[in-house]
């Protein structure tokens, strides 16, 4: 039986810039976008090095794709479309120190273009002429260091306390397209529903909200939504209460 292949051209960057290309997530956060985004928050590096802000960025973005790999699995992934190119494979500390020197502002700024209701003509989403929201939350490790500890605490289990401190997620998707609309995190010891309520203000247009798995009735969170008018911008841990 006879098989056929697809192929295609792209064009990449050249050198250390070329490392990034990775199907849907490059067609989705382009270059361009990157390279904007480093401008506006002032993290483009001050000399070309082995890892670039550009492909650090990449690197973040295609770590959440892979989860379960380390930064070097993770580069070689951003490279296993370049043959010949021949891209030096940095160690893990050049990878550690490029996350570093990038920090988080970027990462953010990066997340409030991208974010957002996705458009699509399916009326699976709509509902008398609404967009239909969901509201779930989960909870992460944080690395087990003084800085951390400060605020996010280790979880009580019914053997002890879990071996890492953990922060509390909470997002705000659109049913259907389950795009993200908006994100927060902070200390575990806020509720979800705490988290949500902001969540549910910086939604762009009215929007019946569902709560999963919970008891609580989604009512306060519309009403919260309907007189709220402060916008707290994603992805920014509150204040410890």
């Not at 247009?205 to 969170?221: G, I």
């Amino acid at each position: 039986m006879e098989q056929a292949a697809i192929t295609g051209t792209a064009g990449v960057a050249a050198g250390v810039f070329a490392p990034g290309h990775i199907g849907e997530l490059t067609r989705i956060v382009p270059f361009e976008m990157v390279d904007e985004v480093l401008a506006e928050t002032g993290a483009v590096q001050r000399r070309v090095r082995l890892v670039p802000a550009r492909v650090t960025v990449y690197l973040l973005l295609a770590g959440a794709l892979f989860a379960g790999l380390g930064y070097r699995q993770v580069f070689d992934r951003l490279c296993s479309g370049l043959p010949g190119l021949g891209p030096v494979r940095p160690s893990g500390s050049a990878l550690r120190q490029a996350r570093q020197r990038l920090g988080p502002a970027p990462m953010k700024a990066l997340f409030d273009l991208v974010r957002g209701p996705a458009a699509t003509t399916a009326a699976a989403g709509r509902w008398r002429g609404l967009r239909v929201v969901a509201v779930d939350g989960t909870l992460l490790p944080v690395p087990d260091c003084p800085a951390n500890l400060t605020v996010f605490t280790r979880q009580r289990l019914g053997n002890g306390t879990s071996g890492y401190p953990q922060l509390r997620l909470a997002a705000l998707v659109a049913c259907g397209t389950r795009s993200v609309i908006g994100a927060v995190f902070g200390p575990a010891t806020i509720g979800e529903l705490e988290y949500a309520r902001p969540r549910t203000a910086s939604s762009n247009a009215r929007s019946p909200v569902q709560r999963t798995r919970t008891r609580h009735r989604p009512d306060h969170l519309q009403s919260h939504h309907q007189h709220q008018h402060a916008h707290e911008q994603p992805l920014t841990p509150p204040p410890p209460p």
